[in-house]
């Protein structure tokens, strides 16, 4: 009967090599490259496992790969602009958790907007001494209305629904 064994990686920072184990012989008492012993471990605690698959390795990589393109793009607009890179730091993406947005832009625009309650359907919390909600209702509202008028007025409709008749063979 053949053994089977696990691969384990050293819990010591400095270390972190691998190594081939017996389960049947219960957990590793120490490394064999670095010598290390972990702590033993309390039947009472539930222990967090590590499950590395090539899915949860191609998630962490595209998130990566996504911080660093948002480093490289700063590099970019920090060249084109003019402005310095620690300008441009803020358009870099460093926390990919699933709540995570970019923060809103402070500069003189932004700062223009919010002084005179412009740009967006809501803009500021309305408070008691706030703008009344129903302006920005009907700001909405015109901003709509004004979005189906001119040459180009509902052209994305008037695509989608071309396109759909082309592959669908709707008459």
Known sequence: MSTRYITYRCEEASCRKKFPWDPADGFPKMCPHCGFEPEVIDDNVIAMPNFLSAK???NDEVAKKM????AERALIAAQMT??????MNATKLTNMTNDAMAPPPANEVST????HNVGGFA?????????DPTQHTQRAIAL???AHQGP???AGARTMGSLQKA?????
Not at 112 to 115: A, K, L, T, V
Request: net charge negative; glycine share 10%; proline share 5%.
């Open 56 to 58: 949860t390795r191609a």
């Open 67 to 70: 911080m660093d393109g948002s």
């Open 82 to 87: 003019g402005e310095s890179l620690a300008d």
């Open 112 to 115: 223009f907007m919010q002084q």
């Open 123 to 131: 803009g500021a919390a309305p408070t008691a001494a706030g703008p």
């Open 144 to 146: 709509a209305a004004a």
């Open 152 to 154: 180009d007025a509902r």
């Open 167 to 171: 592959l669908f063979n709707i008459k």
